[in-house]
């Protein structure tokens, strides 16, 4: 509803030229005066006369938006732009329109406007702004809507003169005519406007048009006069006072320089909240990972599948090889059982093992024997010792059977590696391994029946393989897989000397093996004869010095003379009281180092022999007998 209120023109809208369209800027049309023919009293013709009776003003044409050409907007006319055609009678003749004299020759005509102006620019193809559509790069100028309503620029509102012509005063309805509808909501009319009085306003039918009125002056501020209307004389196409850009809110553009220190402040302020927020992130996540140990399910790394086959040379290629060849041995008797251990010596059946681990079976016990593989088969005493400590049994009905290879221990240096197998705590197939920590280590075991009987004398080969209690009777291997010894005694920390590992005691890095050239004589006796036979010299020892070396006693333990006649001893030369300090060159402590000395050898064997008699060292030599001669 535009209330009577002309149509304000968009300023995106292109001024057309008004003879060619209706739409932009247009004139409300002039009410037309009672017109009389020549007689005063017929109405002109429909030529362009009137009827004398009401009138209605002419409705604004609809608003149709150009495709082409940018223009400017229409100026003020000026007296340069009215234009009358004189006719023969000095009277002026309107446009179609136009109001003529009563006569035809004193009537009102207003000239029509002027030729516009040329365009500024050729017709744009591609409808740039601000002519255009509008575009990302020509913001519109702020608009703002005045409270009181403005004309278009270049339009006449009802009331008001257009520039240049003499208002005409609107006529009244005749009495008693009915108003007309598209009037009810105008405005009521401006009161006329009184013409200047004096000689130039009395000069003929057709008054001079003087020029425009200037324009009122600005006020402070860009108002117009007193400052209240900023709007009076808008233009939008007119180039901007202010020196800064306008945005679309009206407020000046941010120079670069600004816009740079905006935008290292946005930086700044966006790097300080992401660290803040990652910050807390973190944190949090750590908080959570703490107390309730990770995210998810757990899986560990684990190595894949690799080949089972070992180094020959290392302990793993040395046990594969062995352990085939080591038995495990329980043996029951009447009075005690035990556990020990054992290896294969060929393959008839005859394993190896110590003395002490049989002896419990006596006469009437039994002993089972079980192979690596779970097999077990019963065994018998084949022979047995209790002065080298060393047993042989044999298994029946059992085939397959992987002997040991055996070495040779004098070739042993201290220091080379050993690896131990047996079955401590009849925990069967144990490994274990270290070096040997000495050779001929002299050591006694036994010795819990009355009178010695069951003393042995071992030249040992010292390791610190752990050896427990069932490791008896295991085998000592070198670095070929190869049996250089035969487990027999370890040193228990609660005192006393070695003992054999029958006992409870656990290891504290001192074992000790019976040599395998020792055992493999003795393995051979007992095989072949069911008995060993012991190197001897034919004298008596005093046990009892304590001095340095060996003493011969004064008697024999039968009391007899204390140098067997006939035997090697006093062949050599040997009298009661003489101190025997060297065998071979090796010094000899004590009564027991000169037995474990002896016994190393066999019977038949030379021995040199160094003694002091009445404070003088001799040597002599002799050649070793038998036990059982």
């Given at each position: 509803?535009?209330?009577?209120?002309?149509?304000?023109?968009?300023?995106?809208?292109?001024?057309?030229?008004?003879?060619?369209?209706?739409?932009?800027?247009?004139?409300?049309?002039?009410?037309?005066?009672?017109?009389?023919?020549?007689?005063?009293?017929?109405?002109?013709?429909?030529?362009?006369?009137?009827?004398?009776?009401?009138?209605?003003?002419?409705?604004?044409?609809?608003?149709?938006?150009?495709?082409?050409?940018?223009?400017?907007?229409?100026?003020?006319?000026?007296?340069?732009?009215?234009?009358?055609?004189?006719?023969?009678?000095?009277?002026?003749?309107?446009?179609?329109?136009?109001?003529?004299?009563?006569?035809?020759?004193?009537?009102?005509?207003?000239?029509?406007?002027?030729?516009?102006?040329?365009?500024?620019?050729?017709?744009?193809?591609?409808?740039?702004?601000?002519?255009?559509?509008?575009?990302?790069?020509?913001?519109?100028?702020?608009?703002?809507?005045?409270?009181?309503?403005?004309?278009?620029?270049?339009?006449?509102?009802?009331?008001?003169?257009?520039?240049?012509?003499?208002?005409?005063?609107?006529?009244?309805?005749?009495?008693?005519?009915?108003?007309?509808?598209?009037?009810?909501?105008?405005?009521?009319?401006?009161?006329?406007?009184?013409?200047?009085?004096?000689?130039?306003?009395?000069?003929?039918?057709?008054?001079?048009?003087?020029?425009?009125?200037?324009?009122?002056?600005?006020?402070?501020g860009g108002d117009s006069p007193g400052g209240t209307d900023p709007w009076g004389r808008y233009d939008p196409w007119a180039a901007s006072a202010a020196a800064a850009p306008l945005q679309q809110n009206g407020a000046g553009a941010p120079t670069r320089e600004q816009r740079r220190k905006r935008a290292g402040k946005v930086i700044v302020g966006?790097?300080?909240?992401?660290?803040?927020?990652?910050?807390?992130?973190?944190?949090?996540?750590g908080t959570y990972l703490e107390r309730n140990g990770g995210v998810g399910t757990v899986e560990l790394p684990q190595a894949g599948k690799e080949a089972a086959e070992r180094a020959p040379g290392s302990v793993a290629g040395i046990a594969a090889r062995a352990l085939p060849s080591v038995v495990t041995l329980h043996v029951s008797g009447s009075?005690?059982?035990?556990?020990?251990?054992?290896?294969?010596?060929?393959?008839?059946?005859?394993?190896?093992?110590?003395?002490?681990?049989?002896?419990?079976?006596?006469?009437?016990?039994?002993?089972?024997?079980?192979?690596?593989?779970?097999?077990?088969?019963?065994?018998?005493?084949?022979?047995?010792?209790?002065?080298?400590?060393?047993?042989?049994?044999?298994?029946?009905?059992?085939?397959?059977?992987?002997?040991?290879?055996?070495?040779?221990?004098?070739?042993?240096?201290?220091?080379?590696?050993?690896?131990?197998?047996?079955?401590?705590?009849?925990?069967?197939?144990?490994?274990?391994?270290?070096?040997?920590?000495?050779?001929?280590?002299?050591?006694?075991?036994?010795?819990?029946?009355?009178?010695?009987?069951?003393?042995?004398?071992?030249?040992?080969?010292?390791?610190?393989?752990?050896?427990?209690?069932?490791?008896?009777?295991?085998?000592?291997?070198?670095?070929?897989?190869?049996?250089?010894?035969?487990?027999?005694?370890?040193?228990?920390?609660?005192?006393?000397?070695?003992?054999?590992?029958?006992?409870?005691?656990?290891?504290?890095?001192?074992?000790?093996?019976?040599?395998?050239?020792?055992?493999?004589?003795?393995?051979?006796?007992?095989?072949?004869?069911?008995?060993?036979?012991?190197?001897?010299?034919?004298?008596?020892?005093?046990?009892?010095?304590?001095?340095?070396?060996?003493?011969?006693?004064?008697?024999?333990?039968?009391?007899?003379?204390?140098?067997?006649?006939?035997?090697?001893?006093?062949?050599?030369?040997?009298?009661?009281?003489?101190?025997?300090?060297?065998?071979?060159?090796?010094?000899?402590?004590?009564?027991?180092?000169?037995?474990?000395?002896?016994?190393?050898?066999?019977?038949?064997?030379?021995?040199?022999?160094?003694?002091?008699?009445?404070?003088?060292?001799?040597?002599?030599?002799?050649?070793?007998?038998?036990?059982?001669?």
């Amino acid at each position: 509803m535009n209330e009577g209120k002309p149509t304000k023109a968009k300023w995106w809208s292109r001024p057309r030229s008004s003879e060619d369209a209706t739409d932009g800027d247009f004139e409300l049309e002039r009410p037309r005066p009672a017109h009389t023919t020549g007689n005063g009293g017929d109405v002109a013709d429909g030529s362009g006369g009137t009827d004398g009776g009401d009138f209605e003003l002419e409705r604004p044409a609809p608003i149709r938006v150009a495709d082409e050409g940018d223009y400017e907007l229409d100026r003020p006319v000026t007296e340069t732009d009215v234009h009358t055609d004189a006719d023969p009678h000095g009277g002026a003749r309107a446009d179609s329109g136009g109001v003529d004299g009563g006569d035809g020759d004193d009537g009102l005509t207003v000239a029509p406007v002027g030729e516009r102006s040329k365009p500024l620019h050729d017709p744009d193809p591609y409808s740039t702004p601000p002519y255009g559509k509008p575009g990302p790069w020509a913001p519109a100028p702020p608009v703002q809507h005045p409270a009181a309503a403005t004309p278009a620029h270049g339009t006449v509102a009802a009331g008001f003169p257009a520039p240049g012509a003499t208002a005409v005063p609107p006529q009244a309805p005749p009495p008693g005519a009915m108003p007309d509808p598209a009037l009810a909501d105008a405005p009521p009319p401006a009161p006329p406007v009184t013409p200047a009085q004096g000689p130039t306003a009395a000069a003929g039918p057709h008054p001079a048009v003087g020029p425009p009125e200037a324009p009122a002056p600005i006020g402070p501020g860009g108002d117009s006069p007193g400052g209240t209307d900023p709007w009076g004389r808008y233009d939008p196409w007119a180039a901007s006072a202010a020196a800064a850009p306008l945005q679309q809110n009206g407020a000046g553009a941010p120079t670069r320089e600004q816009r740079r220190k905006r935008a290292g402040k946005v930086i700044v302020g966006g790097a300080l909240l992401i660290a803040l927020v990652s910050g807390g992130i973190g944190g949090a996540l750590g908080t959570y990972l703490e107390r309730n140990g990770g995210v998810g399910t757990v899986e560990l790394p684990q190595a894949g599948k690799e080949a089972a086959e070992r180094a020959p040379g290392s302990v793993a290629g040395i046990a594969a090889r062995a352990l085939p060849s080591v038995v495990t041995l329980h043996v029951s008797g009447s009075d005690a059982a035990g556990t020990g251990t054992g290896f294969v010596l060929d393959d008839r059946g005859h394993i190896l093992t110590n003395n002490h681990v049989v002896e419990p079976a006596g006469s009437g016990g039994g002993i089972t024997v079980t192979f690596n593989s779970g097999d077990t088969a019963e065994a018998t005493v084949v022979g047995r010792d209790s002065g080298y400590d060393l047993a042989v049994v044999k298994v029946k009905g059992v085939s397959g059977l992987s002997p040991l290879p055996l070495g040779n221990s004098d070739n042993v240096r201290v220091g080379d590696p050993v690896v131990a197998i047996g079955a401590p705590f009849d925990l069967a197939g144990t490994v274990t391994s270290g070096i040997i920590s000495a050779k001929e280590r002299p050591i006694t075991a036994g010795g819990e029946e009355g009178g010695g009987s069951d003393v042995s004398y071992v030249d040992a080969l010292q390791t610190d393989a752990p050896i427990n209690p069932g490791n008896s009777g295991g085998p000592l291997l070198d670095a070929r897989g190869r049996a250089i010894g035969i487990n027999s005694a370890i040193r228990s920390a609660d005192g006393g000397g070695a003992d054999s590992d029958g006992g409870q005691a656990g290891s504290i890095g001192l074992g000790f093996a019976i040599p395998i050239n020792q055992g493999r004589r003795v393995a051979e006796e007992l095989i072949n004869t069911g008995k060993a036979t012991h190197p001897v010299i034919g004298i008596t020892l005093d046990m009892n010095y304590s001095g340095d070396g060996a003493r011969v006693g004064a008697k024999g333990s039968d009391g007899g003379p204390a140098v067997t006649t006939g035997g090697p001893g006093a062949k050599a030369g040997i009298e009661p009281g003489d101190v025997i300090t060297a065998v071979d060159g090796r010094r000899v402590h004590s009564g027991e180092e000169l037995i474990v000395a002896t016994r190393a050898h066999r019977p038949g064997d030379r021995l040199e022999l160094t003694l002091e008699r009445d404070g003088k060292e001799t040597s002599v030599s002799l050649v070793l007998g038998s036990s059982g001669d």
